[in-house]
């Protein structure tokens, strides 16, 4: 699913939209899987539309999905770090800004994450991922 | 340094340029300071290592993925469902793994 910026009709509660995003940012401290979809909507914070707010819904089903769900760590796990890193290139359609996202893990859980639009632009996809890389050290 | 990180990447490109500091004229205009990986990497403090992408875990930070997708990198992230609260002792806790 795109977000746009305009499209549609805006919100009338623009307060209640950021409240709801401010404990959706909360939420994201102990819980990686909701960075990226987070990160997706906060970017409408100024006008938000119903499509916005839809999506928001969707985000908040999904939470309480989860509830149950929490990053687990092992005590016999070998302690070892680690890291993935992705980058992806022209997806955000907006501002075709590259997105970066690194997960560092200590033993069997994940310490150290992140979900960022980058303030630059790339020009190709490896050069996407390089800054990527740089960019999470 | 023998302590190094291990870091796994989905981009084979990324990692020959990283792992060799030749210049090449599509790299020309990367900023300086974004080739501080390559130096570290140089220095054998950062190992880079390929990884297919359908176990690249990063892969949930930048995109939307499918729902098998999602649940399987989410269980490598140590991400788990626990069936108590995720208050208690070490003792509750280790017995839901």
Request: charged share 20%.
């Amino acid at each position: 699913m795109k977000l746009s910026a305009d499209e549609g009709d805006h919100v009338e509660d623009t307060t209640m939209y950021i409240c709801i995003m401010g404990s959706l940012i909360y939420m994201t401290i102990t819980r990686p899987n909701l960075s990226y979809v987070v990160g997706m909507v906060s970017q409408f914070m100024q006008t938000p539309q119903k499509t916005h707010l839809d999506a928001m819904r969707r985000i908040l089903k999904y939470i309480k999905h989860i509830l149950k769900c929490g990053i687990f760590y092992e005590a016999k796990s070998q302690l070892q770090v680690c890291g993935y890193i992705d980058a992806d290139w022209v997806d955000n359609v907006l501002d075709r800004r590259l997105t970066s996202g690194f997960m560092f893990s200590f033993g069997s859980g994940d310490v150290n994450w992140s979900s960022k639009k980058q303030p630059t632009i790339a020009l190709s996809n490896t050069e996407a991922e390089y800054r990527s890389a740089t960019c999470c050290m | 340094m023998d302590a190094h990180v291990v870091i796994y990447y989905d981009n084979i490109s990324n990692i020959l340029l990283a792992n060799n500091p030749v210049y090449h004229a599509r790299t020309k205009h990367i900023e300086v300071h974004y080739h501080f990986i390559r130096e570290k990497v140089l220095t054998r403090e950062i190992n880079l290592i390929h990884v297919n992408t359908k176990n690249q875990v990063a892969d949930i930070f930048t995109k939307a993925l499918s729902t098998d997708k999602l649940k399987r990198f989410r269980k490598m992230f140590g991400v788990l469902e626990v069936d108590s609260s995720l208050k208690g002792n070490v003792e509750n806790s280790s017995s839901t793994s």
